[in-house]
């Protein structure tokens, strides 16, 4: 606990010290049977950070035989948590109706359309780096992230933040607007 109170400290929030981590970690509870203190999302955030983990990851039970309670009358299992939290399926237990499937796909498309394009992205800096930018792959993989740039202005999400470079090779794509 000191190393990531230190850390915490290091990145930017003294404020969460040793004992407030101890006591985020253990849940004490008061007089009253209620917890002394709730985490904060940005807490979680921050101490994701500085443990260098996602932070679906200090959200549930990665496991499948850990249990996360949701409200005292809904439980999910570590897997089916980790799956809702990475925005990829609504857990059975919610016995959601399969209208609320297709609602929660719609809702993670930009979050796909995202990862494409950060993947894509990151191909283009790895041909690049290897010294193959000049390649059909390089060319159609500047055109996929175009591809992906397009939907994601169609979706109104802002684009992510493109080093110079490929802004340039973007835009000097035949097929980028």
């Not at 009358?73 to 399969?98: M, N, Q, T, Y």
């Not at 059909?136 to 979706?155: F, I, K």
Request: glycine share 8%; hydrophobic share 45%.
């Amino acid at each position: 606990m000191d190393q990531l109170a230190a850390r915490c400290a290091e990145i930017g929030a003294p404020e969460l010290t040793k004992s407030v981590i101890h006591t985020i970690e253990t849940g004490r509870r008061d007089s009253a049977g209620e917890r002394r203190r709730d985490i904060t999302v940005d807490e979680l955030l921050i101490l994701a950070a500085a443990l260098d983990a996602p932070p679906p990851y200090l959200l549930a039970p990665l496991t499948g035989d850990g249990i996360l309670a949701i409200t005292p009358s809904l439980e999910v299992d570590g897997l089916g948590a980790s799956r809702w939290l990475c925005g990829e399926k609504i857990p059975v237990a919610f016995g959601a109706p399969a209208r609320a499937e297709i609602a929660f796909r719609r809702a993670r498309r930009p979050l796909d359309v995202l990862q494409r394009a950060w993947m894509a992205a990151d191909a283009l800096s790895t041909l690049r780096e290897a010294g193959k930018k000049d390649t059909g792959d390089y060319r159609v993989m500047l055109s996929a992230l175009a591809g992906h740039l397009d939907e994601l202005d169609g979706l109104s999400v802002p684009a992510p933040a493109l080093p110079s470079w490929l802004t340039e090779d973007l835009r000097g794509a035949p097929d980028w607007n």
